[in-house]
């Protein structure tokens, strides 16, 4: 089956470091895609990973092991307006060719003063 | 910018009416999606379209149907609302060139009574 998992909620301080985890199971693995989603708006792209390694963008890195099934997303430098849930999807091949977006169920991060 | 437009940001229906949600995106891309976003489940698809009139489910099509008419416009119907299909519906297109992400609207919260 195809399971990803991410946890639930995290807290972190202004101006800290705060990584979040991200396993996955799947089949068809062609990639990871980490959204940013602010409450009551769209997900927005924050990264792409597809091979091994490390990729930085600004405050936000993301990290992906595929012998792992293991990524993280990196933000450093919080600001209050990281608050947001942060969705980690995996993008995967199955049968007709397409590829389609497993998503997990999200993580709620809280940045406090 | 990348712009994707859904019809309503909140709607309120009765159980048993057909509901038409429309999603409109003006960057000629090919491929289109339905998703519902529920609290713990994350983002699960429901349909998706690669092409104009094309169609394919997805994980959890059932109660549910979807029309592309045009390239830019893509409708989830739900046949005969009920109680369970109350939910945030998200859409979301992106090209069907490479590993490019998705892109979301804004999402309608449906409530059905």
């Known amino acids: 089956g195809q399971n990803i998992d991410q946890p639930t909620e995290m807290t972190a301080t202004e101006g800290a470091i705060v990584q979040i985890n991200c396993t996955y199971q799947t089949s068809g693995f062609n990639g990871l895609f980490w959204y940013q989603q602010h409450a009551g708006e769209a997900p927005t792209f924050l990264s792409y990973?597809?091979?091994?390694g490390l990729e930085e963008k600004g405050r936000f890195s993301s990290f992906l092991s595929r012998s792992k099934g293991y990524s993280y997303l990196l933000l450093k430098e919080l600001q209050m307006k990281d608050s947001a849930s942060y969705l980690c999807a995996v993008r995967a091949e199955f049968s007709g060719g397409y590829n389609k977006l497993i998503f997990g169920a999200g993580t709620r991060l809280a940045v406090h003063p | 910018d990348v712009k994707v437009t859904q019809s309503s940001r909140y709607l309120v229906k009765r159980t048993g009416e057909k509901v038409f949600l429309e999603c409109v995106q003006d960057m000629d891309h090919e491929n289109m999606f339905w998703y519902r976003q529920d609290p713990g489940l994350g983002l699960r698809l429901i349909y998706f379209s690669y092409d104009v009139k094309m169609k394919e489910k997805g994980d959890i099509p059932e109660g549910y149907s979807v029309s592309r008419e045009k390239k830019e416009r893509f409708s989830l119907i739900l046949e005969s609302a009920s109680t369970n299909q109350t939910s945030m519906y998200l859409c979301a297109h992106r090209t069907g060139v490479g590993n490019q992400p998705q892109h979301f609207g804004d999402g309608t919260r449906l409530s059905i009574l």
């Open positions: 990973n597809v091979l091994d």
